[in-house]
DNA sequence: GCAGTTATTTGATCTTGATCAAGGCCAATA
DNA sequence: TATTGGCCTTGATCAAGATCAAATAACTGC
């Protein structure tokens, strides 16, 4: 019986940043990420347009909501919190991502901003509506969403598994491919990146405390294993090395 | 970007017990579990069938794989080990859950009998064909999907944070509330139910090590929040009492 | 029922990471 | 410049759970 709602954190259309969105001071219009010959898919249903402060609450888990986000740019978490205070992130929310499923009225986890982040709002009835009238975006969909699923279960294992020191190779080793990714490059020595949490949200990405990982970094650091510019900027000498630090890290994990 | 294949661990069909496959010893025919009106989807693909003793790998993480197989009888799980035995379970495969992933060739996680299973294996080709025909399929499986992972990070709360005591509680709580479901009933005190998972089984779902599993049954059995007839049947004379012990386990769990 | 194996429990000890506490760094503000 | 507050680091101590070890208990094929 699988109850409540859940949060989509799978992009299932890319924003195209020339052209601006009719409702938004960014205008933008949905490119269909599936097919590969662009075939552009127009969102009428833009009602709203939103940004939200660092730390802001974007949704609190057991909301209802009628509508469903896109994120422009920002990131957010996605988070639940249990009755005594103790915090677990489940999924990291980045442009082009979406919140709010298809379907279902409740929100079953806390969404909240990390960075300024900027929402497109759709009116979810409006949106499920063209998702159904577009096949090729719900096979899209369904693969990302499976694609999610296998991250999820991947950081399971992270969690459930790995120790203090692996679970912050885990993260820097993901980290830094996705920098990579991002140029289109693999990953090379000596490269230098950004860390976009703080060492809390770090904590609560990996099951640990503040405290654990910041010793980590440092004992990392003092290993020679990377070099701190300072406390959000990091430089990774070797990157084999640090692999060496992650436990298996076959071939991924949960940012993706 | 993703990576890697994934596994469903999502039921899309029903099977009709009633029937008997053409193929198998057992026919059986795939129900639109969507539909509400019972619309028969005849499953010709059927190319073999097979039973894996308890322990029997059915697949291992990396191998590839050209079926699709739905579990007729039997508990399968889905996990990953790490190159020193580490193992995290990440899920669990009952009846009419399938084996393999529409559209990727590879194996992301090892699939082991847990009981006596039975497996009914369709080519993949022809199965994501008769998936991509037929629309209202595509869209159950997203659904199921969807709750999947919810659950998936509903778990991850649990590995990440909560303690052992609760780990155990919650994981016994969704035993109850699943022997109850499939009653058609509410939970109720006094209820007995059997445990279909060794210790060590328990351990790999909970990110614990097999003794601790084993203590900690052992102090809620002494503190009445249990009564053990034999290691795997349990009887619980008060659910909100095992209910406090869970940590929050607002509203369900990883099986489901 | 018996030997041999596997699953489970229990105990003693050790380690990892949590907790408690203090201080440093830096940017924003008075 | 001094002050405040957020974030990060570091140290001392503690406790939850892991590890090592051994003793039942249950289950197998015979």
């Given at each position: 019986m699988a109850r409540g709602a859940i949060f989509l954190a799978v992009s299932i259309l890319k924003i195209d940043r020339n052209s601006r969105c009719s409702?938004?001071?960014?205008r933008h219009r949905a490119v269909c990420a599936y097919c590969e010959d662009d075939e552009l898919i127009r969102?009428?249903?833009?009602k709203s347009y939103r940004t939200y402060a660092p730390g802001e609450s974007i949704v609190m888990a057991g909301d209802q909501v009628d509508k469903i986000g896109s994120i422009v740019s920002g990131v957010a978490t996605l988070s639940r919190t249990l009755a005594d205070g103790r915090r677990q992130m489940v999924g990291l929310l980045l442009p082009s991502d979406f919140v709010g499923r298809p379907?279902?009225?409740?929100?079953?986890f806390d969404v909240v901003a990390a960075t300024e982040t900027t929402l497109c709002l759709f009116q979810k009835d409006q949106f499920d509506k063209m998702i159904k009238a577009t096949p090729p975006l719900e096979r899209r969909l369904l693969d990302m969403t499976l694609d999610e699923l296998d991250s999820a279960r991947e950081w399971m294992l992270l969690l459930g598994r790995k120790t203090a020191r692996e679970k912050i190779a885990s993260l820097l080793a993901i980290m830094v491919r996705r920098d990579a990714a991002l140029n289109k490059e693999t990953p090379r020595d000596g490269m230098r990146f950004v860390l976009p949490l703080t060492r809390e949200a770090m904590a609560d990405y990996l099951g640990l405390t503040i405290e654990t990982v910041s010793r980590q970094i440092s004992a990392l650091k003092k290993e020679g294993v990377i070099i701190l510019e300072d406390a959000r900027h990091i430089r990774v000498p070797d990157f084999v090395k640090l692999l060496d630090q992650?436990?298996?890290?076959?071939d991924g994990g949960f940012i993706a």
């Open positions: 409702a938004c001071p960014i969102l009428d249903a833009i379907g279902r009225a409740e929100a079953p992650a436990g298996d890290d076959a």
